[in-house]
DNA sequence: CTGGTTTATCGTAATTAAACGATAAGAGAA
DNA sequence: TTCTCTTATCGTTTAATTACGATAAACCAG
C-alpha cells in the first residue's frame, strides 16, 4: 500500500538481526576482538593474533564471523588486513538491544 | 590486598560474561521472548508456547537457556511457571554492551 | 624471479546447539 | 484417588561451532 519497500517488515524490530549480532558476540575471544579495536581506535590486523591464545586460522575465522555479522569491516592493505568496528552496525546493534 | 574481593577480576570488562548473555541471545527464538516479556510486562508463560511455531519441548529448551544466562528469572504458581526478565542483569549486559 | 611475510581458506576432528517426540513431575479439579 | 493441565527433562538425530595444522594467495624486498 505504500509507494516504496513492498515488504519492509520493521527491522527495527527484527529478532533476525539482533540474534545474528549477538551470536557474533557470543564467544569471548570475539568479544575480546571487539574490546581490542575499541581500545586501538587505529584500524589493526596482525596484532589480534598475538593477543588472543588462539592459533592464526582461528583467529582469522573470528574475525571472519564478526564481519559477515557486519561489527567490523576488514580493508586489505598491502600485504596485510586492517579491521575496525562497523559503528552503525554497532550502534544498530546497541538502539535494539536498549529497547529490551 | 584489598579488604575484600580477594579476586575480583573486573567484571565490568569480562569477555566472558558478556559473551554468555550474547550467547544466549544469539537465536531468533529467544530474542523474540525477550521482546515479548517486555511488552507484556507481566509474567507470562506457555503463551510463549503459542507465540512460536516451535514445540512446547523446543521452548522449554529456550528458556532455560535465558535462565542459565541469568537473562530471566522463572517462578513456579500453581500448575504453571512465570517467566519474566531479570533487569539486573539486563541492564549489566546493555552497560557492557555500550562499553563496546 | 625468488624468498619472506601476512592473511584467508581448506580439510578434519571434537564439541556443542537445535529440534522433536515421548515421558515424567507437579498442582488442582472432579 | 484419578484425571487433566502445564511445564521440565530425557533420549535421539541432525546441523553448526570451534579449533587446529596445512596450504594457498597476495604483496613487497631483494
Given at each position: 500500500m505504500d509507494k516504496k519497500a513492498p515488504k519492509?517488515?520493521?527491522?527495527?524490530?527484527?529478532?533476525?538481526f539482533l540474534a545474528s549480532v549477538c551470536k557474533a558476540l557470543g564467544h569471548p575471544a570475539r568479544v575480546s576482538i571487539m574490546q581490542f579495536l575499541r581500545n586501538t581506535d587505529h584500524c589493526i590486523c596482525g596484532e589480534i593474533v598475538e593477543l588472543l591464545p588462539?592459533?592464526?586460522s582461528t583467529v582469522s575465522q573470528h574475525l571472519k564471523c564478526l564481519k559477515d555479522a557486519g561489527l567490523i569491516k576488514g580493508e586489505i592493505e598491502g600485504p596485510r588486513t586492517c579491521y575496525c568496528v562497523n559503528k552503525d552496525i554497532l550502534?544498530?546493534?546497541l538502539q535494539m538491544a536498549g529497547a529490551l
Open positions: 519492509k517488515h520493521d527491522e527495527s524490530l527484527d529478532p533476525e588462539l592459533a592464526q550502534n544498530k546493534f
